[in-house]
């Protein structure tokens, strides 16, 4: 990079300090020490002229913010540059959204172990939901475990919204304190695939019923605890905050608090924001482009607060164009995140919100979050598609949703033609990698005008005033042709022709409940799941195609059934082929919809070791009849044949599996990742295409690849217990 020194007047000089040709130097006690002052010096050379890279190298050191610096228009760089914000050779910058707590006094509670803090500036916006010692999340006071009902019926979307606001309660923990507005339930509302966070506006002791601030996402059934009460702060490691008296209490479990308690101030530290255009012409979109953030330390944003205005995408896993995250994207393309860090914080990673195109994110690392690593977030259902052509390239994600404990690593919604690559994720709590857009049931307020008289998702409906999806549909852009099929609807779904390839996903749902390494729903056709490796999956399947999930195509994965004895499962109409199932099986599910008998689900491996129970091939998979066929089995025990011949017995039909065959694939070296084949195995004769050491060798991120790591021997050790679930 040139660093030829720039010609400047000296009135410029002295108003932005230390400049040469490309490059900007950011220090603390330097000229320009903060990132603010960075991007006006940016701005300063833009305007006289500057046509190339420019590059604003920050040196170590934190760089607090006490508001969210945004990245507007007039902070493009022009056509064929970028203009850099990257870390100073050897230097690990710290871009922070948090602020120390000092003066720290002892209080009389808990026999004086609990320590009060001054925080007069800790209420509205700058409330903050999680505290950090160091690099460690603190547990917020909550009380013991409770019971809660609505009275309603106990099911996810039956009822109506009141069932989802106001409820009563078990035992004397929820009471009308002075500070109300600062306690929440924390709990999981009749399903245990989510958890909410919710306010209370209310509470009747006399009766034990409570009413919430926002509705819970479904009826509230289940166990729940209060958090932030002062009166539950009787475990070490434990905090609460009082705005109305701003005061912040701490019990620290070394006895005293240390020097590097840090609260959250800002839901978001960084936006890169253009215009974005929400109708459908879009002519005033005009998005930021040649931003690039290079070697940099992103923590420390708040938790987010869900808000009667919000509205949610699948499940409330995320809210849609929420201003929640470390660093935010809303109307940007071709602007670049590489080799960067974002931890320690209570919500998202990086988000792409409205129109984002072109945008990279690489080489980075996501770890201990309290939402998503990545999130991709398009317009919901209509004719408007502007979040596409982006890249999540070789990243490692690993520990968030520690707060939302479902949040996935990668969430891509409303989000197509995307490459989501060699990226590392595990250890999450609930899902790896989403892809989704809008179940057909949400759709139901339009039946009546097409002339429908009986909704077909009765079952499913969803009240009037529900959060998830509905506020995000584009009524207007919708004509339906068809109640049922899906090719009315996948217009209007724009998680379309994704690529998901050679990603490693791995110790998935660990506390909740019906969730996956990798997760299609309601997407657009087109998209490709291929070459990836699923193990050390506590139950359910790894890789998932759920209900409205049509036109995909599932091959060439390799799925470790190490602790579940599902490696695929399939509903809708899709395509899986050439995977490599080992020490597992094929299956689809029940509820909502299920596996469409045209799917083609034929050449593969089923390889079983002779540690492993053999069980059934195949779980419901009759409907799809001939759909299911050119397969090979193998058990080391020798057991596959005759568990072929039962199951060709018991289908009636005599369709399933009319073709394939039990043998040995001869695959060259299984225990070190070669899954090529010898010379007359039986899997080339059915036309099952192989995975060779080169091509495993590209699984997982470049840094750290799967097989390097298993290069000793792949992962076949069975763990389960007599459920069929992990052990661990």
């Known amino acids: 990079m040139k660093k030829e020194a720039l010609r400047l007047g000296l009135g410029l000089v002295a108003m932005i300090g230390c400049l040469t040709a490309r490059e900007i130097i950011v220090e603390p006690g330097g000229e320009i020490r903060d990132l603010v002052a960075a991007r006006d010096a940016v701005r300063k050379l833009r305007a006289g002229g500057e046509m190339g890279d420019i590059d604003v190298v920050l040196h170590q050191g934190v760089y607090a913010l006490k508001n969210p610096l945004v990245f507007g228009l007039q902070d493009s760089a022009p056509a064929g540059a970028v203009t850099r914000y990257r870390a100073a050779q050897g230097a690990s910058p710290l871009i922070s959204g948090g602020r120390v707590i000092t003066d720290w006094e002892k209080s009389d509670l808990q026999d004086g172990k609990v320590w009060m803090a001054k925080v007069p500036w800790a209420k509205g916006d700058a409330f903050f939901h999680c505290l950090y010692d160091g690099s460690k999340l603190l547990q917020r006071a909550r009380s013991e475990g409770f019971s809660v009902s609505c009275g309603g019926v106990r099911k996810m979307y039956a009822g109506k919204v009141k069932d989802r606001i106001h409820f009563t309660y078990t035992k004397d923990l929820l009471k009308p304190v002075g500070n109300l507005e600062d306690l929440e339930l924390y709990g999981r509302p009749t399903r245990a695939w989510l958890v909410n966070y919710l306010g209370i506006e209310s509470v009747d002791p006399a009766t034990r019923s409570a009413k919430l601030s926002v509705p819970a996402t479904y009826n509230m059934f289940g166990a729940f605890q209060v958090e932030n009460c002062i009166e539950h702060l009787d475990e070490p490691g434990e905090w609460a905050l009082n705005s109305q008296k701003g005061m912040l209490y701490y019990w620290p479990e070394s006895g005293t608090p240390g020097d590097n308690i840090i609260a959250p101030v800002l ?368 058990h080391e025990d020798g057991s596959a044949g005759k568990l072929l011949a ?24 299984l225990a070190h990742g070669d899954l090529s084949y010898k010379p007359g195995s039986p899997a080339m004769a059915l036309g099952i295409e192989p995975m060779s050491e080169e091509i495993v060798s590209r699984m997982g991120t470049t840094r750290d690849p799967f097989l390097k790591r298993f290069g000793s021997g792949m992962p076949l050790k069975i763990e389960r217990d007599g459920a069929g679930h992990g052990s661990n």
């Open 267 to 634: 839901d978001e530290l960084i936006r890169v924001e253009g215009v974005n255009d929400p109708t459908l012409a879009g002519k005033k979109d005009h998005p930021v482009e040649g931003i690039v953030f290079e070697g940099l330390r992103f923590a420390h944003a708040d938790r987010q607060k869900w808000l009667p205005q919000d509205k949610g995408i699948q499940h409330d896993w995320n809210l849609w164009d929420k201003a929640n995250g470390l660093l935010r994207f809303r109307g940007a393309r071709n602007c670049m995140v590489r080799d960067c860090t974002f931890s320690d914080s209570g919500s998202d990673g990086v988000r792409l919100d409205l129109f984002c195109q072109k945008i990279t994110i690489e080489g980075s690392t996501f770890r201990d979050l309290g939402g998503t690593g990545v999130l991709l977030c398009g317009y919901g259902p209509g004719k408007k598609d502007v979040n596409r052509h982006n890249i999540i390239h070789n990243n490692e994600i690993t520990r968030v949703g520690r707060l939302f404990l479902h949040s996935p690593g990668v969430f891509v919604w409303q989000s197509g033609h995307n490459r989501i690559s060699n990226n590392h994720i595990y250890d999450q709590a609930y899902t790896g990698l989403v892809v989704s857009g809008v179940r057909r049931r949400f759709f139901a307020t339009l039946f009546e005008e097409m002339g429908v008289k009986k909704n077909p998702f009765a079952r499913w409906s969803c009240p009037e005033g529900t959060r998830e999806h509905l506020p995000t549909i584009r009524w207007d852009e919708i004509k339906l042709t068809s109640a049922t099929e899906w090719s009315a609807y996948e217009p209007y779904m724009h998680a379309r022709e994704n690529v998901i390839e050679f990603n490693e996903v791995h110790d998935c749902l660990k506390l909740l409940h019906d969730g996956n390494c990798i997760y299609l729903s309601g997407n657009g056709d087109g998209n490709i799941v291929r070459y990836n490796v699923t193990y050390n999956h506590t139950s359910g399947a790894m890789i998932r195609t759920d209900d409205d999930s049509h036109g995909s195509t599932v091959s060439h994965n390799l799925l470790f059934g190490t602790v579940s004895p599902q490696g695929i499962a399939i509903k809708g109409l899709n395509t899986s082929q050439h995977n490599a199932y080992i020490n597992c099986v094929m299956g689809t599910g029940g509820a909502g919809n299920t596996v469409h008998p045209d799917s083609e689900l034929s050449r593969n491996v089923f390889y079983f070791t002779s540690g492993a129970k053999l069980g059934s091939f195949h779980s419901k998979l009759e409907r799809v009849g001939a759909g299911v066929d050119y397969n090979l089995y193998h």
């Open 646 to 669: 039962a199951q060709r017995k018991k289908d009636k039909g005599g369709k399933v599996d009319a073709h394939s065959v039990a043998g040995d694939p001869l695959f060259v070296d």
